[in-house]
Antibody, heavy 126, light 109 residues
Framework: QVQLVQSGAEVKKPGASVKVSCKASGYTFTGYYMHWVRQAPGQGLEWMGWINPNSGGTNYAQKFQGRVTMTRDTSISTAYMELSRLRSDDTAVYYCARDRTPELLLGYYYYGMDVWGQGTTVTVSS | EIVLTQSPGTLSLSPGERATLSCRAS???????LAWYQQKPGQAPRLLIY???SRATGIPDRFSGSGSGTDFTLTISRLEPEDFAVYYC??????????FGQGTRLEIK
């Protein structure tokens, strides 16, 4: 079945970096954009950016520009999100989510994020 | 910059009742770009509606979406016990970016 499996929980100190992985299975990894979304404790959902697994092209939310890097390894159908210069308010659950929109329709229609990883808890604490 | 405002913040209803959740955009949004998600505690969000009114695969027909311009609505016709959760609207915007509303908590009365 189609699924996204994320790496395990991380505890980091302020100023450090964290890299979360998201392994896709059950579908053609390069056929769908991948988003990263985070959720701070008790808060709502926050979009961080996306990566086109086919080209490696990325688009980051302005808030995270300069601190986030999204990459992929097509040989193992895995996407990565690295966040640097961590602060305490980066403590959150980080999700990867597949964009169901066909690439040809991007900008014309949005089919939503139809498959989500289980989430990775990142705790930033001194 | 578009802002999505969901109301009410919390909605208290009983099973069997009808739920109406609102998502208002600060400027006009194409209905093609509006989605709704459900999130239960400790779980990842689940896609309910895309294109403002199309149900995602496997979503029961008691869930429906409507609206255009700046006002969008998610309606649950008859609440089932498993429907009590937090609901988020989401907009795909330009330049390519995505934005979530702050969420509506649907709780059992």
């Amino acid at each position: 079945q189609v699924q996204l499996v994320q790496s395990g929980a991380e505890v980091k100190k302020p100023g450090a970096s964290v890299k979360v992985s998201c392994k896709a299975s059950g579908y053609t990894f390069t056929g769908y954009y991948m988003h990263w979304v985070r959720q701070a404790p008790g808060q709502g959902l926050e979009w961080m950016g996306w990566i086109n697994p086919n080209s490696g092209g990325t688009n980051y939310a302005q808030k995270f520009q300069g601190r986030v890097t999204m990459t992929r390894d097509t040989s193992i159908s895995t996407a990565y999100m690295e966040l640097s210069r961590l602060r305490s308010d980066d403590t959150a659950v980080y999700y990867c989510a597949r964009d169901r929109t066909p690439e040809l329709l991007l900008g014309y229609y949005y089919y939503g994020m139809d498959v989500w990883g289980q989430g990775t808890t990142v705790t930033v604490s001194s | 910059e578009i802002v999505l405002t969901q109301s009410p913040g919390t909605l208290s209803l009983s099973p069997g009742e009808r739920a109406t959740l609102s998502c208002r955009a600060s400027q006009s949004v194409s209905s093609s770009y509006l989605a709704w998600y459900q999130q239960k505690p400790g779980q990842a969000p689940r896609l309910l509606i895309y294109g403002a009114s199309s149900r995602a695969t496997g979503i029961p027909d008691r869930f429906s979406g409507s609206g255009s311009g700046t006002d969008f609505t998610l309606t649950i016709s008859r609440l089932e016990p498993e429907d009590f959760a937090v609901y988020y609207c989401q907009q795909y915007g330009s330049p390519p970016s995505l934005l979530f509303g702050q969420g509506t908590r649907l709780e059992i009365k």
